[in-house]
């Protein structure tokens, strides 16, 4: 019908007349017309008639967004609430200020006596978290903004902002790794905050990787010598000034860095050909930006925490680009164009924290796939080939050898009608997850309790001394786990017990093993995505890290990483910095070149940590 009604089918949707648009929204019905147009308001309510039928139901949830809202324009209060003012504002403008504006407004608050004799104690508090707010670098953030918007830096000092303005006295706060998401710059106001609720007479106790914070403890208490069964031991406790033993700094990685005894890892650097961009990226903060990523090499894009990166790479890069290759996906955020030499990459995989699994009987070799061959290996003993028990008698997630009491979960959970509910060990199996006939079957002595109960360091070991090659294989298939740094995780621990940089790097496993078991992989080009992988790492475990990446490098495929990790930003084959600074003042691009060229004339707060 475009024809007959003169829509322009080929003409952008903002370049339409409202008359054009009116049509296609609200159609054009003529009577005893059967060219009559149907409007999309007038079909999506035909659609929502029949969502009962669950084609309409799938077909409404792909087609249905969210939009602000027509009644109260996004304030989310009626327009009695309004109609009250203070200093000539409602509720909804002064949450739409930031904070630096809110600290301006009631600094110039004019009030008269008998309103200040109200309000003043309600004012004094508010100004005092404002500024709380302030000192840890978050002026920039809108009292409105939602808190799933926030990067993982800014919620973990919105939650310190909670601690500072309680101003409590004698407290022990127990901190671990509040250095998550955020810059050395944003590390530094970090310290300040942590120095101060100490000298309020408080204790704070910080659990942390991050080389600043270390170095402005009072006391370092470092753990090691390494991680798992070769870990649990104090190898130094004092003050990084005092003189070190020399036995100490022999156990502690961590001294050997900080001295500068043991050397950063040093990649040889990778140079590049082909490319990708975004053109117009104008998500959130960033301002209209064309921004151009590297193919082959690995990519760190930096900047203070609330510059924008995340709503560069998670919010436009990655649906962008999995829209392009996969035809579906998700809306991207705003931006004009996706350019570049778009065939050289087959498939795009963003690896995020998220854990791995929905359910609690989710592990780190269920994921990997090796938990098929430890079944495998199990059901060919001779007492499990007497008893017919297949492999998936060993399956905690199927009927058969699981324990029907726990269904496999190992613990049963009770729930109280008034209280939260109880977890107990499941009392049929011992918290051994299957029945007494399936622990029977013993593979060189060991069940299968007692290889889900292993480490990957011990499995490799065990796995790998035994003379068949299924055995061989499943050594094989869990060194990937030890390349990123996760020798120490049990076989068969819960996925929901792992830290959202464990998950990370299980993914990152998963990839390693299926681009050198695959041959349908190792044809593909991918690119991948990391947000702040080296969270939880440390300086050993870095190195590492860089190692993997340089693996699935080595196969042809792309690495671009969201970093605030300085060894990981050194490191890099290129950087995109983004700024200069947070919120409405960041956004832009600073700076776009290799990391040396990014020391030697950069001007971003991450330029001046770079060559400092």
Request: aromatic share 8%; net charge negative; charged share 25%.
């Amino acid at each position: 019908m475009a024809e007959r009604y003169n829509i322009p089918i080929f003409e952008p949707y903002c370049n339409l007349s409202q008359e054009v648009k009116d049509t296609i929204w609200n159609g054009h019905s003529v009577d005893g017309d059967e060219n009559s147009i149907i409007g999309i308001n007038e079909f999506f309510s035909w659609v929502e008639a029949n969502r009962y039928k669950i084609q309409y139901k799938y077909m409404l949830s792909r087609f249905s967004g969210r939009t602000t809202c027509h009644a109260c324009h996004g304030s989310r209060l009626r327009p009695e609430a309004l109609y009250v003012k203070v200093g000539g504002k409602t509720i909804a403008e002064l949450l739409d200020m930031n904070v630096e504006e809110l600290l301006a407004f009631f600094a110039a608050l004019e009030l008269s006596d008998y309103e200040r004799g109200i309000v003043h104690k309600a004012v004094d508090e508010i100004v005092s978290r404002l500024r709380c707010i302030a000192d840890v670098g978050l002026s920039y953030l809108t009292m409105s903004r939602a808190c799933n918007t926030l990067s993982g830096g800014e919620s973990q000092r919105i939650n310190l902002v909670t601690a500072l303005g309680s101003s409590l006295v004698g407290s022990m706060y127990i901190l671990d790794e509040p250095s998550i998401g955020l810059h050395p710059r944003d590390t530094d106001r970090l310290i300040s905050v942590l120095r101060r609720l100490r000298d309020l007479g408080n204790t704070v106790v910080v659990v942390e990787h991050d080389e600043e914070i270390i170095r402005a403890a009072d006391m370092l208490i470092d753990m090691g010598p390494l991680a798992g069964s070769d870990g649990g031991e104090v190898v130094f406790q004092g003050k990084i000034s005092d003189k070190i033993p020399a036995a100490a700094k022999r156990r502690s990685l961590t001294l050997q860095y900080l001295d500068g005894s043991r050397r950063r890892l040093s990649r040889e650097k990778r140079s590049w050909t082909y490319s990708i961009s975004v053109e117009g990226a104008m998500e959130h903060n960033l301002k209209d930006i064309n921004v151009k990523f590297p193919l082959g090499v690995l990519t760190v894009v930096s900047g203070v925490s609330g510059s924008g990166k995340s709503s560069l790479v998670g919010d436009i890069l990655y649906p962008a680009l999995y829209r392009k290759i996969n035809q579906t996906g998700d809306l991207p955020g705003v931006f004009r164009k996706l350019s570049g030499n778009l065939d050289r990459v087959t498939r795009v995989e963003y690896v995020d924290q998220n854990p791995i699994g929905k359910s609690s009987r989710s592990n780190a070799v269920t994921y990997l796939k090796v938990y098929d061959d430890i079944r495998k290996l199990l059901s060919d003993q001779q007492y499990a080939k007497i008893n017919g028990y297949t492999p998936s008698f060993f399956s905690f997630n199927q009927e058969g050898g699981r324990c029907p009491e726990c269904q496999g979960d190992g613990f049963v959970r009770i729930p109280m009608q008034f209280m939260a509910d109880v977890t107990m060990v499941c009392e049929a199996c011992g918290g051994k997850r299957f029945k007494p006939d399936i622990l029977e079957v013993r593979y060189q002595g060991k069940n299968i309790d007692d290889i889900l109960g292993m480490s990957v360091e011990e499995a490799i070991s065990f796995f790998g001394a035994q003379k068949d090659d299924l055995a061989k294989q499943i050594a094989h298939r869990l060194q990937p786990l030890v390349d990123v740094g996760l020798s120490y995780i049990k076989l068969g621990q819960s996925s929901s017990t792992l830290s959202g940089g464990e998950s990370q790097r299980i993914k990152l496993a998963y990839f390693l093993a299926l681009s050198e078991d695959s041959a349908s992989v190792r044809k593909e080009k991918i690119l991948f995505l990391f947000d702040e992988p080296t969270t939880g790492l440390h300086f050993y475990d870095v190195e590492r890290l860089l190692k993997a990446f340089d693996v699935l490098l080595d196969k042809g495929h792309t690495v671009i990483v969201v970093e605030h990790n300085m060894d990981v930003i050194r490191a890099a084959d290129w950087v995109i910095d983004l700024g200069p600074d947070a919120g409405d003042k960041g956004g832009e691009i600073v700076f776009a070149g290799t990391p040396e060229e990014m020391a030697e004339s950069g001007t971003s707060f991450t330029a001046g940590y770079l060559r400092g």
